[in-house]
T-cell receptor
């Protein structure tokens, strides 16, 4: 059974640009959650999608958005990038959603210059 | 507010010894906890979980203990191996959205 796949692994973007990250969950899992990981703030919850609907959202500005497709694959978009958006972005998939056993991908390392 | 914290940011143990990683949580309503291991350059890897109706759960070489009275969680690793070197995070299901809240992490270093 394939694990959670995130692409790309690394990205370098310039301030003001936008970026789209992709996550393919474990087959059969309908929940995809996104997290931002930084040395200072640790792992912080961005949002969760379940069956193509955003079900929960953390405390991030509207520049951070996402969507989920019918095959459960999810994308996360960050617009008007800021230096502080540099982080490891992780997605986690689970069969039942938030607060249950979740499996993480390897993450996308985003660097904003 | 809601928070999950760790007592020790770094832990160094001798190969073969047992390791104990501690975690304090603040939301007494949290009903589910997970321990994750994160190796350098990788995403967090699920180790073991426990629900609040239990106080102990064992896996392969790992045991999680939950003390709801003092809101404390611990991860015990038996016969620690070099491959156990990583950052360990505890997480609680206690966010306002029902999401997982992660602690800052404890770095475990295993000396050969």
């Amino acid at each position: 059974k394939a694990g959670v796949t995130q692409t790309p692994r690394y990205l370098i973007k310039t301030r003001g640009q936008q970026v789209t990250l992709s996550c393919s969950p474990i087959s059969g899992h309908r929940s995809v959650s996104w997290y931002q990981q930084t040395p200072g703030q640790g792992l912080q919850f961005l949002f969760e999608y379940f069956s193509e609907t955003q079900r929960n959202k953390g405390n991030f500005p509207g520049r951070f958005s996402g969507r989920q497709f019918s095959n459960s694959r999810s994308e996360m978009n960050v617009s008007t990038l800021e230096l502080g958006d540099s982080a490891l972005y992780l997605c986690a998939s689970s069969s039942r959603g938030l607060g249950t056993e979740a499996f993480f991908g390897q993450g996308t390392r985003l660097t904003v210059v | 507010g809601e928070s999950v914290g760790l007592h020790l940011p770094t832990l160094s143990v001798q190969e073969g010894d047992n390791s104990i990683i501690n975690c304090a949580y603040s939301n007494s309503a949290s009903d589910y906890f997970i321990w994750y291991k994160q190796e350098s350059g990788k995403g967090p890897q699920f180790i073991i979980d426990i629900r609040s109706n239990m106080d102990k759960r064992q896996g392969q070489r790992v045991t999680v203990l939950l003390n709801k009275t003092v809101k404390h969680l611990s991860l015990q690793i038996a016969a620690t191996q070099p491959g156990d070197s990583a950052v360990y995070f505890c997480a609680e299901k206690g966010g306002s959205q029902g999401n997982l809240i992660f602690g800052k992490g404890t770095k475990l270093s295993v000396k050969p």
